[in-house]
Nanobody, 119 residues
Framework: EQVVESGGALVQPGGSLRLSCVVPGSIFNDYPMGWYRQAPGKEREWVATISTAGVAAYADSVKGRFTATNDAVTNTVYLQMNDLKPEDTAVYYC??????????????WGQGTQVTVAS
């Protein structure tokens, strides 16, 4: 089932953004959701995973700067990104995931949302 990401934008270094991902209810209620990103010319990398109960884990590269949350009323997962750096520039995706970062097969990949960090 399809997820829908939004919230990407052009932002200056040190700035903040909040990404959103609307998840079908059948998935939101049962599976942890992960955030991933893919920069031009690079492989997709795991950013964070959040459980249905709201417990989150993060890649070392974003720990302390990014925060994943979820909202069971709207079936939405969020990624609050603070102190953004140029190396955070990428297309961001959400997808069902394990806490190890490995994606699982309970959702399909959405279109993603572009985040560009530049002055």
């Amino acid at each position: 089932e399809q997820v829908v990401e939004s919230g990407g934008a052009l932002v200056q270094p040190g700035g903040s953004l909040r990404l959103s991902c609307v998840v079908p209810g059948s998935i939101f209620n049962d599976y942890p959701m992960g955030w991933y990103r893919q920069a031009p010319g690079k492989e997709r990398e795991w950013v964070a995973t959040i459980s249905t109960a709201g417990v989150a884990a993060y890649a070392d590269s974003v720990k302390g700067r990014f925060t994943a949350t979820n909202d069971a009323v709207t079936n939405t997962v969020y990624l609050q990104m603070n102190d953004l750096k140029p190396e955070d520039t990428a297309v961001y995706y959400c997808h069902t995931a394990l806490f190890s970062g490995r994606p699982t097969a309970f959702s399909s990949w959405g279109q993603g949302t572009q985040v560009t960090v530049a002055s």
